[in-house]
């Protein structure tokens, strides 16, 4: 029984570390004619890339998939 309890004050626990801590808000692609839905990550890169125009920081988190954490605005 004492195991069991236990495991659920685990669970709460990291539930709530999850809820805190990757409280990072990732900025929207914004929506101007520069952006728009359908781009693929090659796209982008063109921009974005090292040595480009608009790089990313180079605090950037590791860039794969852009849209994991970028979303396209709802509307346009
Ligand atoms: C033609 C060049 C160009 C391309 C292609 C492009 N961007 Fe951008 N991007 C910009 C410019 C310029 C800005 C900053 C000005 C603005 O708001 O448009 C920007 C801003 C952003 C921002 C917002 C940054 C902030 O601080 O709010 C994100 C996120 C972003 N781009 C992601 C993307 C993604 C993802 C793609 C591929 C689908 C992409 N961009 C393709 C030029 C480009
Ligand atoms: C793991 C999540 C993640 C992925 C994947 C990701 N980004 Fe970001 N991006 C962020 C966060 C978080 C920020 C805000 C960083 C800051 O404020 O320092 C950001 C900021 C930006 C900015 C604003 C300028 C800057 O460097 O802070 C641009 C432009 C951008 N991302 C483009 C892209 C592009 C293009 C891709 C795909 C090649 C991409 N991102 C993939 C999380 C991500």
Aim: with cysteine.
């Amino acid at each position: 029984m004492k195991s069991i309890a236990g495991f659920f004050i685990f669970v709460a626990l990291v539930v709530g570390f999850l809820l805190l801590f990757p409280g990072k808000k990732y900025p929207p692609i914004p929506a101007d004619r520069l952006h728009t839905p359908g781009q693929d990550v090659a796209a982008c890169m063109e921009c974005h890339g090292t040595g480009k125009k608009y790089a990313m920081k180079k605090t950037h988190p590791p860039k794969f998939e852009c849209f994991k954490c970028h979303e396209w605005p709802r509307k346009g």
